[in-house]
């Protein structure tokens, strides 16, 4: 009886790590989308939304039913970045950040500009 339970405990012990290490696997395979969408609901009966690529940091916004690109006062360095789309009361704010270096643009009438930092609050650079 102890040979039954000691055997089956193994065989749970076994399971358990295939389990983990394939659960591991997967988790290691999956790779972050290259766009993303941020919108939010602008009034009563409209909707916003901004399609993005992560990586370089280009938007495009709807416009009925085409994404139209949105300008960029200067050329995007690679790396990480984020949309947010902010609900107003009778329109819409938007909010890109490139999470790596913390620069960070502001929507205005469609287009970005760029928040500037003051050298007090920039981050460190890396060595």
Same mark, same amino acid.
């Given at each position: 009886? /102890?040979?039954?339970?000691?055997?089956?405990?193994?065989?749970?012990?076994?399971? =358990?790590? +295939?389990?983990?290490?394939?659960?591991? /696997? =997967? &988790? /290691?395979?999956?790779?972050?989308?290259?766009?993303?969408? &941020?919108?939010?609901?602008?009034?009563?009966?409209?909707?916003?939304?901004?399609?993005?690529?992560?990586?370089?940091?280009?938007?495009?916004?709807?416009?009925?039913?085409?994404?139209?690109?949105? %300008?960029?006062? &200067? %050329?995007?360095?690679?790396? !990480?970045?984020?949309? !947010?789309?902010? %609900?107003?009361?009778?329109?819409?704010?938007?909010? *890109? +950040?490139?999470?790596?270096?913390? *620069? =960070?643009?502001?929507? *205005?009438? /469609?287009?970005?500009?760029?928040?500037?930092? %003051?050298?007090?609050?920039? =981050?460190?650079?890396?060595?």
């Amino acid at each position: 009886m /102890s040979l039954r339970l000691a055997s089956g405990t193994i065989a749970l012990l076994v399971l =358990a790590t +295939l389990t983990a290490a394939r659960s591991a /696997s =997967a &988790a /290691s395979d999956q790779t972050e989308p290259k766009y993303q969408i &941020a919108m939010a609901v602008v009034g009563e009966d409209r909707w916003f939304a901004i399609r993005y690529d992560v990586e370089t940091g280009k938007t495009w916004r709807m416009v009925e039913d085409k994404w139209q690109a949105m %300008p960029d006062p &200067a %050329p995007l360095p690679t790396g !990480h970045y984020e949309v !947010h789309v902010l %609900p107003l009361k009778n329109d819409w704010g938007g909010l *890109r +950040l490139e999470t790596q270096s913390g *620069r =960070a643009w502001q929507a *205005r009438e /469609s287009a970005w500009v760029e928040i500037s930092v %003051p050298k007090d609050a920039a =981050a460190p650079t890396p060595k």
